[in-house]
Each structure stands twice: as C-alpha cells, then as structure tokens.
C-alpha cells in the first residue's frame, strides 16, 4: 500500500515512474544521477532533469534570490555616493566661506603680473667660461655706464632715466664733485680700477655659479639694450662675442669690450672659421686712432707665442702653420704708418718686421671666389721656421711676390714707406 502511494506521488511531480531495480544502480551510472542513463543519451537525460517540475522551481527559485541581492546591493551602493556627494559639496561649500573670510582679514598686499618681470625665455646651460664671461661683461659694462653718468651730468638732461637710476647717481655725485668729460684716458683710468676689483670676483666660484643677470626693466635704455643682448648671448666662443660687439651700439662700449677682449680671450674659444679673422681686422680697423688698444692687436701678428692670436688666425691644413691674408698684414702696416706720419710715433720694429714678412713667408692660396688666388703670410713658431724654409721654394716666393706687386694697397704703403728718408 505504501509503495502504490509512493509510486503516485513520484509519478504526480516527476511524470515518470519507478521501476524495479532503479535505486540500486544509480550510484554506478552517471555519478548518481536519478535518471539511468543506460538507455538514453546525455541530452535527452538533462531535458528530463530540467523538465522535472521540482528542479525547475529550485534553479528558477536560485535566481529570483540572486537578482534580489542584486539590486538590493545596487540601490545600497548608490545611496552612499549620494550621501559621500553630498558631504563633499557641503564640505567645500564651508571651506569656501573660510576662504572668503580670510581674504577680508588678510593685511598682505595683493599683486598682479604687471607687478613682475621675468625674460621672455629661460637662457641655455651656461659652461663656466661663457658664465664668468657673461657675469664680468654684465659687471663692466654696468660699473662704466653709472661711473659715466656720475662724471656727465649734462648727459643725462637729455634722456630721460627711471626713478631709481637717478636716485643712485645723485647720491654718488654727492660724494664726488669731479665733473669731466669721458676720455681714453678716463676709460682706462676706469677699466684698470675696474678690473683690480674683479679679480676678487674670480677668485670666489660660488659667485659665478650663483650669477643671474638682474632685472634690467628699470635701467637707462642704452644699458637695458645691452642687457637684453647680453642675456640673450651663449658666449661660448669668439664668434658668439663678435655678434655681441656688432650688436652693441655704443662706441665707448665698443672701446671696454675691446680692452676686455685682450685680458680674457681665454674666456671665449676659438672656432674654425674664416670669419673669426675677419672679426679681428675689425677690432684692428676700430681701434686705428688708439695706440694702445691697436698696438695690443697688432702684437698677437707679431708674436708668434702668443696663445691669443689662436682665435682669430686659422692654421694651414697640411702643415699646421697659422696664417693670416695679405689685407690683415697690410691693416695692421697701414696702423703703424698712420702712428707714424699722424701721431709721430715711430714703430720701426714692427714695420721691419712686417716688410720681411711680406717678402719671405708669402704663399699662394686659394681665394674666396672659384679659380682665385689670394696670398697669405705664415706665422710660423720657431720650431716651425725650418719647417716653412723647406716648404717656400725660390719659385714659391716668386710667384707670391708677384701677386703682391698687383696689390695697390701694398704698392701704396710701401711708397709711403719708402719716403720717409728721402731727403726734401
């Protein structure tokens, strides 16, 4: 009786019926499963699973509880940004109105853009040679322009100068009733005090490394000028200076810059190029009329240990030998003649010295345009005189002679020479 009830009740829920022996070998097939599998085949076996009544609610019971979780967790997560929305805006609401209460009751001043100055740029990593270059030049050039303003007061009525500039160079004039006028002399009286002054600079490396140039906004407008173009220079080497001494207006600027180029040459170093020599016939042709600065350039032609002239004079290729063009040589002659006849300066010497030079150490180049020929004079060193004397064959010299001899500028000076002891 029991069993026929069973047997209806698993036929009611399950749509299948029991049959004899079906318990017994359900462990050994199939991992267990209610069903035997030895007469069905695994899709047909799982659609009865799944069809059976009591499985489906169970998986169908699974995910109704899941999805509830689900979306309780969902609405539980947020709710709680909202509320941490919440309390950032209201947090920063309150620190706002600390804010603006502070500012009421702030005693700093407030500043604009307008109140600061910094260059357009920032300037390239400096070496330590262009750095105490361009922190003596900025040292020099500044000293001199308050050290001419104090001793020209006439000068400065016909500009007009910043505030602050003025104030500075009345008080030094009080402290000096000296009033002349801005002669050689006086710029060398001031580029010798100036320089024993710096040599103390040198000596203290912090200060170079610490070196910036000041805001220059509140200067006199030839010295902002020279500021700008200053900070702008790498200074790196004679050609970076040759644009910085091109660049620079003023002829009494000009005349420091070339006194500060003799004593730190070291400072600037030398690149291959032609130009570098050009610049030097320059520095010559600017300082025709100062004996001391030309006498001083013209020196380096003529000394041939001096390490300066490495700046401007280019060494021959094949031999290794400096030289310098015909038109250099023939500048710095033109310097010694000019002191001679104008300034009744006699450089015998030197004069000698470049006649022989012309004559002896003379070789045919070739020139700045296609297929031309120019002439060049050695600047052998001692240990290179016999070096040159095995290199200028008797036919060599001749052949540079006789360009020389098309030179009018040559022919000219050596006129002028030849006058000199001729009885009137």
Not at 82 to 101: F, G, I, P, Y
């Amino acid at each position: 009786m029991h069993k026929n009830h069973f047997r209806t009740v698993w036929r009611r829920w399950y749509n299948t019926s029991i049959r004899s022996g079906f318990f017994p070998n359900a462990r050994s097939h199939a991992g267990g499963l209610l069903l035997n599998s030895r007469h069905n085949s695994v899709a047909k076996t799982l659609w009865k699973y799944f069809n059976a009544p009591g499985n489906l609610m169970f998986v169908t019971c699974n995910l109704v509880t899941f999805a509830g979780f689900v979306t309780i967790n969902s609405m539980t997560t947020s709710n709680r940004e909202r509320l941490t929305e919440a309390k950032l805006l209201a947090a920063e609401s309150s620190l706002e109105v600390e804010v603006r209460s502070e500012e009421q009751e702030s005693p700093l001043t407030e500043y604009t853009t307008s109140n600061f100055w910094c260059p357009a740029k920032s300037p390239p990593l400096a070496t330590y040679d262009s750095q105490m270059a361009k922190m003596s030049l900025f040292h020099m050039l500044y000293a001199f322009y308050l050290y001419r303003s104090v001793l020209i007061a006439e000068e400065d009525r016909k500009v007009r100068l910043p505030e602050d500039w003025k104030q500075e160079v009345g008080y030094l004039r009080d402290n000096n009733t000296t009033r002349t006028s801005c002669t050689h002399k006086e710029m060398d009286n001031f580029y010798n005090e100036w320089k024993q002054e710096f040599l103390q600079v040198f000596a203290d490396l912090n200060k170079s490394q610490r070196f910036n140039l000041p805001t220059w906004k509140d200067y006199p407008k030839p010295l902002k000028i020279i500021c700008e173009k200053l900070y702008h220079n790498d200074m790196e080497n004679i050609h970076d200076f040759a644009d910085f001494y091109d660049q620079t207006p003023s002829l009494g600027f000009k005349r420091l810059l070339r006194r500060w180029l003799l004593d730190y040459t070291h400072l600037v170093s030398a690149t291959p190029s032609t130009a570098n020599e050009k610049f030097y016939r320059q520095l010559l042709y600017d300082s025709q009329g100062d004996e001391v600065i030309f006498n001083n350039f013209a020196s380096l032609l003529l000394n041939p240990t001096d390490n300066r002239r490495t700046c401007f004079l280019p060494k021959q290729d094949l031999y290794q030998i400096q030289s310098a063009s015909i038109d250099t040589v023939l500048l710095v002659l033109q310097g010694y003649v000019h002191q001679r006849e104008k300034m009744g300066k006699n450089h015998n010497g030197p004069i000698i010295r470049l006649l022989s030079m012309l004559k002896k150490d003379c070789v045919v180049g070739p020139g700045d345009q296609p297929k031309s020929k120019c002439v060049r004079i050695m600047l052998p060193t001692d240990d290179q005189r016999d070096l040159l004397e095995m290199i200028m064959t008797p036919q060599k010299r001749k052949k540079s002679l006789a360009l020389v001899s098309h030179h009018s500028e040559a022919i000219k000076l050596l006129d002028s020479i030849s006058r000199w002891n001729r009885p009137t």
